[in-house]
């Protein structure tokens, strides 16, 4: 194949950084569309000669924003789903207007758009939402296909981890009657062998497809061969008595998905999603993977700690909390702080290594009984809780999810690492680890700031600061030390 320029948007997301190295790998140079370049990753495939980035914000008026003009093809992977605020839907839909305006200005030969299996005659807001886009991107002058998914299976996807979450906490489920709708799930990897296939493929401009795995299987039957893929035995009740919201406050309180997400995600599960024809497999000469080894590949890719996306850390799975990227500047005027100065005895690395492993399966190197129990007081109040967890173990990038905190900056050759919390508070916190050095020695720099909104936040800061005195130095004090085991961390 002749060699691109792609418009990537949507390349901080799940499928997106996925996508990404595959394009590189076949020689194509990559222009990255996202709407905050600090989130961008500079390692491996996203520092790549091939590859440049821009930002862009499909939100603001296009007269904003520019695109260059020498583009071939473009990917449009932008969803605004768990957007909170002005309904997602209008969301979409001025995306989709804001970047058909922008595109019309380049030589872009086709535009490719992932988007849902819209076969049901009653749709979902999330699933009308897709078909809406669909048209809008139609509209424009650049020859369009769209190929239509329904759940996507991998290690860190958003349906992978809800069954996860729900097999492995849930020995007995009580379940609303939607457990028994059909769905036709597909593994990430036919989905980015569709994606790249279908690039300038001449057959495949100004088509719609529809994309599935092998399986047609109801959500009960997809939780129940994930039980025995990961040798567990499950029993499932559906009834009809649990409303869409008992339901979403089910998912909410069981899983990592934020309460708005479930909502969307329930009303979806209403409806189902097959596909009607597998020409374009045919055409491509894909072989689907079925349901038992897209399982089984992605806790392959979990034990090896080569998670390469995942959807927690989308801003999907956030609080509404304004614009994120606006809190890398640490306020202080106004503040509260909690700072903490421990000298390094060993080797910095060593304590760089604590830094960059903290939270997750980790944990909080003190006290993280105290962790649980606020991330669990966070879920009732209607927050992210703990559960997001972090996507890999030992590797950190701005934007990435640490728990109920947002990765701000990590700047690991500058040994700091900044963090934004995205719990339920009445005010905005931030918590900063660095490493300085005073009269040639090096310290721990550890720095909790809490800007509060009110008397409200006031009043919690007080409340809650007689825990911070034991919770911030017992972590500050097992972080300088060289770990053995992570039983140090629960004392």
Known sequence: MKKLTI???????????????????????VICAVRDPKRFPNEGFFAHPLVSVIRLDLLDDPTNNMLPSDIDA????????????????????????NFIRLISTTKAKQLIYLGGITN???????????????????????????????????SGSASFEIIRDLVEKLPIMVAPKWLNTRSQPIAIRNVLEYLTGVLMNRQT???????????????????????????LTRYICTVPVMTPRLSSYWLYFVTSTSFRLAMHLVESMKTEVVARDNRLQTMLGIEPIPYDEAVKLAFQRIAQDDVASSWKD?????????????????????????????????EVECVVENIWSIGGEKGWYYA????????????????????RGRTNAHTIHAGD???????????????????????????????????????????????????????????????????????????????????????????
């Not at 049901?120 to 078909?131: A, D, M």
């Not at 500058?414 to 719990?423: F, H, P, S, V």
């Not at 721990?444 to 800007?451: E, G, S």
Request: charged share 20%; hydrophobic share 45%; proline share 5%.
């Open 7 to 29: 418009l990537l948007t949507g390349a901080t997301g799940y499928v997106g950084k996925r996508l990404l190295p595959l394009l590189v790998q076949q020689g194509h140079a």
């Open 205 to 231: 401009l100004g088509q719609t497809f529809d994309i599935g795995g092998p399986e047609v299987l109801t959500y009960k039957q997809m939780l129940l061969k994930f039980a025995r893929v990961r040798g």
């Open 401 to 491: 999810t640490l728990d109920f905190w947002r990765v701000m900056l990590a700047d690991k050759e500058g040994k700091r690492l900044l963090l934004y919390a995205e719990m339920k508070l009445p005010g905005e916190a931030w918590l900063e680890f660095k490493i300085v050095e005073q009269e040639n020695k090096a310290f721990l720099k550890q720095t909790a700031t809490f800007r509060p909104h009110g008397l409200a936040g006031r009043m919690y800061w007080y409340l809650v600061m007689p825990f911070h005195f034991f919770v911030f130095n017992g972590m500050a004090n097992n972080l300088i030390k060289k770990h053995k085991t992570i039983s140090t961390f629960f004392l």
């Open 368 to 387: 993280n009984w105290l962790w649980r129990l606020r991330g669990f007081a966070d879920k009732l109040a209607g927050g992210v809780g703990l559960r």
């Open 74 to 97: 473009a990917f449009y992977l932008v969803h605004s789903m768990g957007t909170a605020g002005k309904g997602f839907e209008e969301l979409e839909s001025l995306s989709a207007i």
């Open 120 to 154: 049901s005659n009653e749709l979902s807001p999330h699933l009308s939402s897709r078909r809406r886009v669909e048209d809008i991107l139609a509209s424009g002058p650049v020859p369009l296909t769209v190929l239509r998914a329904g759940i996507i299976l991998g």
């Open 314 to 346: 989308a801003y999907v799975s956030s609080m509404p909390s304004g614009d994120l990227p606006l809190n890398i500047n640490v306020p202080v005027y106004g503040c509260f702080t909690d700072k903490r100065m421990k000298p390094i005895h060993g």
